[in-house]
Nanobody, 132 residues
Framework: EVQLVESGGGSVQVGGSLRLSCTAS????????MGWYRQAPGNVCELVSR????????????YYADSVKGRFTISQDNAKNTVYLQMNSLKPEDTAVYYC?????????????????????WGQGTQVTVSS
């Protein structure tokens, strides 16, 4: 059974925008931090953004990698069990496969691959390509 379903990737030019969506099973959405990792060829898997399970907006409850601060925004729709990643002002270095992830505590450490048991649930991955 697929637990996380992603959509919204694609190809855009520099400066363009994309919005990624990730719909989770209810039991996952209610009890997990939700976030997005990405991995470009030859690079490690890095946490791009995370939102706490209760949708908190206090300082520190959402996380953004330094490379995307001010350009990406994470949000969630509780009624739809869906998390969004709005990506604006895209750059070629944003090109990667983006993976939705859910875990009790998503922390910003990097790993060799965006797979495996170090995160409870993974989406299938969606390609984002930014061309100049």
């Amino acid at each position: 059974e697929v637990q996380l379903v992603e959509s919204g990737g694609g190809s855009v030019q520099v400066g363009g925008s994309l919005r990624l969506s990730c719909t989770a099973s209810r039991f996952i959405f209610d009890d997990s931090d939700m976030g997005w990792y990405r991995q470009a060829p030859g690079n490690v898997c890095e946490l791009v953004s995370r939102i706490r399970s209760d949708g908190s907006t206090y300082y520190g409850s959402t996380y953004y990698a330094d490379s995307v601060k001010g350009r990406f925004t994470i949000s969630q729709d509780n009624a739809k069990n869906t998390v969004y990643l709005q990506m604006n002002s895209l750059k070629p270095e944003d090109t990667a496969v983006y993976y939705c992830a859910a875990d009790a505590n998503l922390i910003p450490h990097s790993r060799p691959t965006c797979s495996g048991s170090w995160v409870n649930y993974w989406g299938q991955g969606t390609q984002v390509t930014v061309s100049s």
